[in-house]
């Protein structure tokens, strides 16, 4: 017997970890038939993770740790006896193939399902809403990974020294990014200027550093995009890009992946980026970035 099967519905609490420098959250976990939904204590949806993604990575007589990724960089620890034998017993024993017969009944309740539930989201703004509230941080560069390793054979490599890294974490921290919500690539072959991918991932073109004289423009599309970060910009044009069917399927955790279909989205306009002197960097870290793609 699978998880799906015995364990219809399960709620348990568990401490939730967005990423390995965020501060445990205590969180309700919710077991359903394809997903496992964490919640804040006021009913609020925080993320959610398909079944088929979960991952152990440590296990103890007290505790479990869960995640997505092999990594961990996001994990869920939990010391319910039930919740923990519940997603182990998915890990180990996936859903075999069911009949014909149950499978026709199973297309035909989704197929009712999608359509009482597009009655209420289709002609409703806040479907996007609810989408954007159930993607974490982490999340959003999973959604983006495919694209961007095909992005970078085609415009990269990604230009990286010790220094150049160095100089663009003590920007970062001039500018109050203690969360780390930008992480900016230096790629050699890209023609656009700049690209904010959701996530934060700021790629920005060797080109620009060579064509541009001071580093001003660099360091005021730094606060322009920071901001954009902070309210999930990327992501919310992300979402945009999607159908309402895939939106709709998402929700319903039967589609896990986004597709970027344009990347006129994410090109950062730097004629609307607003100036100012506020922050200065030294001639050494500017020609440092500059310098980046000769090493």
């Given at each position: 017997?699978t998880?799906l099967?015995k364990?219809?519905?399960?709620?348990?609490?568990?401490?939730?970890?967005?990423?390995?420098t965020?501060e445990?959250?205590?969180?309700?976990?919710?077991?359903?038939k394809?997903?496992v939904?964490?919640?804040?204590?006021?009913?609020?949806?925080?993320t959610?993770?398909?079944l088929?993604?979960?991952?152990?990575?440590?296990?103890t007589?007290?505790?479990?740790?869960?995640?997505t990724?092999?990594?961990?960089?996001?994990?869920?620890?939990?010391?319910?006896?039930?919740?923990t034998?519940?997603?182990?017993?998915?890990?180990?024993?996936?859903?075999?193939?069911v009949?014909?017969?149950?499978?026709l009944?199973r297309?035909l309740?989704l197929?009712?399902?999608?359509?009482?539930?597009?009655l209420?989201?289709?002609?409703?703004?806040?479907?996007t809403?609810?989408?954007?509230?159930?993607?974490?941080?982490?999340?959003?560069?999973?959604l983006?990974e495919?694209?961007?390793?095909k992005?970078?054979?085609r415009?990269?490599?990604?230009?990286?020294?010790?220094?150049?890294?160095?100089?663009?974490e003590?920007?970062?921290?001039?500018?109050?990014?203690?969360?780390?919500?930008?992480?900016?690539k230096?790629?050699?072959?890209?023609?656009?200027?700049?690209?904010?991918?959701p996530?934060g991932?700021?790629?920005i073109?060797?080109?620009?550093?060579?064509?541009?004289?001071?580093?001003?423009p660099?360091?005021?599309?730094l606060?322009?995009?920071?901001l954009?970060?902070?309210?999930?910009?990327?992501?919310?044009?992300l979402i945009?890009?999607?159908s309402?069917?895939?939106?709709?399927k998402?929700?319903?955790?039967?589609?896990?992946?986004f597709?970027?279909?344009?990347?006129?989205?994410?090109?950062v306009?730097?004629?609307d980026?607003?100036?100012?002197?506020?922050i200065q960097l030294?001639d050494?870290?500017?020609?440092?970035?500059?310098?980046?793609?000769?090493?």
């Amino acid at each position: 017997m699978t998880a799906l099967k015995k364990y219809t519905r399960l709620e348990s609490t568990g401490l939730w970890f967005e990423s390995p420098t965020s501060e445990p959250m205590e969180v309700l976990v919710s077991l359903g038939k394809s997903t496992v939904v964490l919640y804040d204590y006021e009913d609020t949806p925080l993320t959610h993770w398909s079944l088929a993604t979960i991952k152990l990575i440590s296990k103890t007589d007290l505790i479990t740790v869960f995640s997505t990724t092999q990594d961990g960089l996001e994990k869920l620890e939990i010391d319910d006896k039930h919740m923990t034998e519940a997603l182990l017993n998915f890990i180990n024993n996936p859903a075999k193939s069911v009949s014909n017969k149950k499978l026709l009944r199973r297309l035909l309740i989704l197929s009712f399902l999608f359509s009482i539930l597009s009655l209420f989201l289709i002609a409703s703004p806040r479907l996007t809403n609810l989408v954007e509230t159930i993607i974490s941080d982490h999340h959003q560069i999973q959604l983006v990974e495919p694209y961007l390793d095909k992005y970078l054979e085609r415009n990269g490599p990604v230009c990286a020294s010790l220094s150049a890294t160095t100089v663009l974490e003590n920007i970062l921290l001039k500018l109050g990014d203690k969360d780390k919500k930008l992480n900016i690539k230096i790629i050699k072959k890209q023609n656009i200027n700049a690209i904010h991918l959701p996530g934060g991932t700021l790629l920005i073109s060797n080109q620009f550093f060579q064509r541009s004289d001071t580093a001003s423009p660099f360091l005021n599309i730094l606060k322009a995009e920071l901001l954009n970060a902070e309210n999930r910009t990327p992501l919310k044009n992300l979402i945009g890009q999607q159908s309402t069917y895939n939106l709709i399927k998402f929700v319903l955790g039967l589609e896990t992946t986004f597709s970027i279909h344009s990347i006129r989205n994410f090109r950062v306009d730097i004629s609307d980026v607003k100036y100012s002197n506020d922050i200065q960097l030294d001639d050494f870290s500017w020609v440092t970035l500059q310098n980046a793609c000769l090493n």
